[in-house]
């Protein structure tokens, strides 16, 4: 008989390094387009998984050094070869005891809602765009969405769908999401990425996390991001959802404004890029990351488009400038607890953080 011990035995020895299990009932409050039971309509369970990001590919961002170890390793690394391996190894020990496993890895920006903002239809992709553009001398739009997408049959809801892994997550019991959006877990703090397998076994359910509020609602990473993109702890500005019976309430991030500071860091923290080109800001292309207008797909677009030819090459992924609200929160959580206790003999940040007189 499958039972939870058997998948969370697997799930560990195949290098996950959390594992939760979770009713489908658990989800049923999410919006349609996002239900997961949609996707494998007879599952019972969800299987989730998480997979620790190192702390050391902070560190080249922590020095100023070295920006591609964080997107390489702990973006594409986990979810293109660790996640998947988890996911098959557990997914065979489910199928060999006779029940179906839907595999689910961190696929993005493939839904018929964007990933960015939830909104319908036609959000821009700018770094695939600018890649086609350059590279495949293609003008075809890419987009966090897919475009022309129907239900398949009556009833049902128009593929890719795509859930919000971080509240899956929170259903699995492997922690609780912060201020700044990110699952916090006890051991990892703000440090992993998670996966997920949907199966028509009925298992053993963990309870969702319960215990002292992981997120310290300190601020770090609001006041740590160069975007000012995470509103202030007491600004109201909240996101709020029911997830059956458990409240979970994060900062209403500017998504899109994070899309362009994420990656281009702006004049403080974009060692890449010379201050005369901030200077001049041709054509106004970089008015969004000198704070001189809102963040709209147009004004990512400049940006992309202005900086792209400063940086060596991309690695599949968005190279990480920032890094800001993941190194702010680790730093706040190493040295006043909460989470990550006594993971590390010195802690992550021991001098103080970086930012380019310019
Ligand atoms: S990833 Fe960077 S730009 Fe985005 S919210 Fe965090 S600190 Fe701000
Ligand atoms: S930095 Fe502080 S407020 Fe932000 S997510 Fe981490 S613990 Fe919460």
Redesign the pocket.
Known sequence: MLTSKMIKEAAYAAGADKCGIAPISRLKGAPKEMNVSYLFPEAKSVIGFAFRIPRGVQRGIEEGTQFYQYPSIAYGGINEIFAPNVLYQVGRVIEDAGYEAFVYRNTGARGCVSDMDGSEGNSLSPEEQIEYIERGKKATAHHRSVQFTRAAREGSVPPDLQFQFRLVAVACGLGEI?????L?TPEF??LQRVAFIFTDAELEYDEMYSGEP?????????R?CPGSC?PA?NSGKTVRVDLDGKICE??DIDMWRCYAFYTHGGRYYNPFVPKEVFDKNENGDLNLLEGKTEASETEIMKVYGALEKYFPSWVGYNMAKCGG?IR???S??EKKG?CMEDRFKAPLRTKKAWKMDR
Do not use: N, T, Y
Request: some cysteine; glycine content about 20%; charged content about 15%.
């Open positions: 912060g201020w700044s959006k990110m916090l703090g703000p992981l997120c310290r609602r300190c601020g770090a990473c609001v740590e995470i702890i994060w900062g609200c702010g929160c680790v706040v959580l909460g």
